[in-house]
């Protein structure tokens, strides 16, 4: 089976930065793409960027507003998200996701799940 297995996650403060890191197992893992969702306590799980392990084509959710950059490392297959200028809207539960996609991405395009990581940033 294919696992992925994130780390990165943290408290920090409004303004303050985090890396988040997802690495998938498996020998035979073959995605077309990753990419990271969020779930904050009470609300859906919403989409934040993906980013295709081949050529690194990204699509990022508007909210990202530049803030966030998404990486990879095909040979590696690993995703990155870089997090800059936090604040507490950003709390949330940060889930990596292997992905058929990355335009109008829904839970629907994903084929597996990391285990989730959390991000709190303090007021």
């Known amino acids: 089976q294919v696992q992925l297995v994130e780390s990165g996650g943290g408290l920090v403060q409004t303004g303050g930065s985090l890396g988040l890191s997802c690495a998938a197992t498996?020998?035979?893992?073959?995605?077309?793409?990753m990419g990271w969702f969020r779930q904050a306590p009470g609300k859906e799980r919403e989409f934040v960027g993906a980013?295709?392990?081949?050529?690194?084509?990204?699509n990022v959710a508007d909210f990202v507003k530049g803030r966030f950059t998404i990486s990879r490392d095909n040979d590696k297959h690993t995703v990155y998200l870089q997090m800059n200028n936090l604040t507490p809207e950003d709390t949330a539960v940060y889930y990596c996701?292997?992905?058929?996609?990355?335009?109008?991405?829904?839970?629907?395009?994903?084929?597996?799940w990391g285990q989730g990581t959390q991000v709190t940033v303090s007021s």
């Open positions: 996701a292997s992905l058929r996609r990355i335009q109008a991405v829904t839970t629907g395009a994903v084929d597996y």
């Open positions: 498996g020998r035979t893992f073959n995605s077309y793409a």
């Open positions: 980013i295709t392990m081949s050529r690194g084509n990204t």
